[in-house]
């Protein structure tokens, strides 16, 4: 079974500079995708950013990148400048691609508070 | 934009009592979900479905069954609920074949006393 494993249970950084939340994740798949999710204390999850696992280039979205290190099962994020509307929980989810199975395995989150 | 909305922000009910969960989304989308949220444990899946009466179980299904009569709703009931049922509920809803993410609707909080 897949597992997916977000050992920092709290971040805190200061407004404007950058931040890293990690990720790891165990599957003997060789093709999937991986996803970090945002929720903000009103609680509506949104899609930050995602990966395919066959490529090689990191994914990339305005302030938040992703190091993915494919053969370590490493998918960390990230960002930059951050704001005071970063403030959230992020959830690393990792996915199968095959056909039909649409299961998100979610990691416990991490909460990332920002420093004025 | 996807919009997902759940019938509820908060609920309380008392033990035994039968309790229905109601997610609609306005995408046509045809993969649905239902998780449940609790601190330190991430999200866990409960049932989820592929179509209209399909239906098929998550991770933790116990005590919970689902219903989906029309492609945009899908219900999550607890027959009988109990204490350790308290948690965040998450619906959500994809597109198939062309997957890319899941959009989560606000969440119920409930409450079983």
């Known amino acids: 079974a897949q597992t997916v494993t977000q050992s920092q249970p709290e971040m805190s950084v200061q407004e404007a500079e950058t931040v890293t939340l990690s990720c790891t994740y165990d599957?003997?798949?060789?093709?999937?995708?991986l996803f970090w999710y945002k929720q903000p204390p009103s609680r509506q999850m949104i899609l930050v950013i995602r990966?395919?696992?066959?490529?090689?280039q990191n994914a990339t979205e305005n302030r938040f990148s992703v190091n993915f290190q494919k053969a370590a099962k490493s998918f960390s994020l990230k960002i930059s400048d951050s704001q005071l509307g970063d403030a959230a929980m992020y959830f690393c989810?990792?996915?199968?691609?095959?056909?039909?199975?649409?299961?998100?395995?979610f990691g416990t989150g991490t909460r990332l508070t920002i420093i004025p | 934009d996807v919009k997902v909305t759940q019938s509820s922000r908060y609920l309380v009910k008392r033990t035994g009592e039968k309790v229905f969960l109601e997610c609609v989304q306005d995408m046509d989308h045809e993969n649905m979900f239902w998780y449940r949220q609790d601190p330190g444990l991430g999200l866990r899946l409960i049932y989820f479905?592929?179509?209209?009466?399909?239906?098929e179980k998550g991770d933790i299904p116990e005590g919970y069954s689902v219903s989906r009569e029309k492609k945009e709703r899908f219900s999550l009931i607890l027959e009988s609920a109990s204490t350790n049922q308290t948690s965040m509920y998450l619906c959500?809803?994809?597109?198939?074949?062309?997957?890319?993410?899941?959009?989560f609707g606000p969440g119920t909080r409930l409450t079983v006393l």
């Open positions: 990966q395919e696992a066959y490529k090689q």
């Open positions: 959500a809803s994809s597109f198939f074949p062309r997957v890319r993410e899941q959009f």
């Open positions: 989810a990792y996915r199968r691609i095959n056909f039909g199975n649409e299961k998100l395995t």
């Open positions: 479905s592929y179509d209209v009466k399909m239906k």
């Open positions: 599957t003997s798949e060789s093709d999937y995708y």
